[in-house]
């Protein structure tokens, strides 16, 4: 069967570990139709939109993308095409596994945790206006509804995929109001999950656990910008950004994308780990039940970085972003037929 899944490049890295990851799904032979869209700079440059009509109607049809990187201006310019594709599309559900891989020696082997990232209201919802001149007003908006639908997601991921605790992160000892119903929402929904363990955390103690003992956690609930921080901080557990893998789903919709950015710091030298936009690519395979080939390619990824040999310089190797890809595909090539 012939997939069509909207791809989009974005910028900076974005076209580099793109181009990897189409390449390893070819050689795999998994049978995609790209329809290729672009987003922000890119897109800006040829249609005068940063989140243009034309990707939203594509993603429309196909339910599907997988989606490279897009930079944010910082402080000016147009607002997240991120952030504006996850509401526009009501991809209420920010998936994040962060587990330990063969042959990436970190301080926390073992580590397998799962993030669950509120993806369309908080201070995301880019509420903001000058009260007076110095005087800025940025809304943080938590909504009953969008609470408890993640909560909803988390519990159900949670005994779907046999995870035996979650952990709720907050900050309603400051906003009692805001994160407060957050936390309601999200205990009514774990009383109905009475087999899973249930307990809370304040996100700046979290932030101080996480980092001296990862293993004490399994599944972490977060309302969005918590997640957005602690998503990051898990990355370093694992061996870093070039390393950790991603989905924003809503109902009939998923958008694949890794946890990094654009990496400007790097963008173009062609040093870029594809590592965490392949496995992005694998949990898309999963929701496809292109389960055979995500095994293969799974597989060989592993061997690849166990060996050791062809790592790109995030994770201390030499190796570039073709040297690694090349290694990934030949050991596609070199597996038995499923
Ligand atoms: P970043 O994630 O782009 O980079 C942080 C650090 O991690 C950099 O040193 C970078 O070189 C490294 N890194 C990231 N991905 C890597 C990879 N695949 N291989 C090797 N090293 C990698 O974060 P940033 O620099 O804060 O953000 C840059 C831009 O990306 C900003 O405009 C930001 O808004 C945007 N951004 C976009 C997304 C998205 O499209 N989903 C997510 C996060 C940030």
């Given amino acids: 069967m012939t997939h ?5 490049p974005g910028d900076g890295i974005g076209p580099e570990v793109t181009e ?11 049978r995609i139709d790209w329809d290729t869209q672009h987003a922000g700079v890119t897109s800006l440059e040829r249609s005068g939109e940063s989140l243009p009509r034309e990707l939203l109607d594509s993603i429309a049809r196909t339910h599907l993308a997988l989606k490279g990187p897009v930079t944010t201006p910082i402080g000016q310019g147009f607002t997240s095409v991120n ?10 559900a920010n998936l994040r596994p962060v587990r330990s891989l063969p042959g990436v020696v970190t301080p926390f082997p073992g580590t397998d945790l799962l993030i669950v990232r509120e993806n369309t209201e908080d201070l995301y919802a880019g509420l903001e206006h000058v009260v007076v001149p110095g005087v800025v007003e940025s809304l943080k908006i938590i909504t009953k509804e969008a609470s408890t639908r993640i909560a909803h997601f988390a519990f ?39 087999a899973i363990v249930y307990d809370e955390r304040i996100v700046d103690a979290v932030c101080m656990q996480l980092v001296m003992n990862p293993g004490r956690f399994d599944v972490l609930l977060l309302p969005n910008l918590y997640g957005d921080i602690v998503s990051d901080l898990c990355a370093g557990l694992v061996g870093g950004l ?6 924003n789903l809503g109902e009939h919709t998923a958008v694949f994308e890794a946890v990094h950015g654009s990496a400007p ?14 496995m992005s690519a694998l949990m898309m395979l999963d929701h496809l039940e292109e389960s055979a080939a995500a095994a293969t390619i799974r597989d060989a990824l592993e061997r690849v970085l166990s060996r050791g040999t062809d790592r790109t310089p995030d994770l201390g190797g030499t190796a570039t972003t073709s040297d690694f890809t090349d290694a990934i595909c030949r050991e596609v090539e070199a597996a038995p037929a499923a």
Wanted: glycine residues 10%; proline residues 4%.
């Fill in 242 to 247: 070039g390393v950790v893998p991603g989905a």
């Fill in 156 to 194: 159900d991921y949670a005994v779907r995929h046999r995870r035996a605790r979650v952990t709720a992160i907050h900050k309603a000892n400051i906003m009692k109001l805001g994160d407060g119903l957050f936390l309601d929402s999200v205990r009514s929904v774990a009383r109905a999950h009475p």
């Fill in 265 to 278: 710091d790097i963008a173009g030298q062609g040093v870029a780990n594809p590592t965490a936009l392949l």
């Fill in 20 to 30: 990897a990851v189409v390449r390893v799904l070819h050689v795999a032979g998994v």
């Fill in 4 to 8: 069509e899944i909207t791809l989009i």
């Fill in 83 to 92: 952030v504006g594709l996850r509401k526009a599309l009501t991809l209420f």
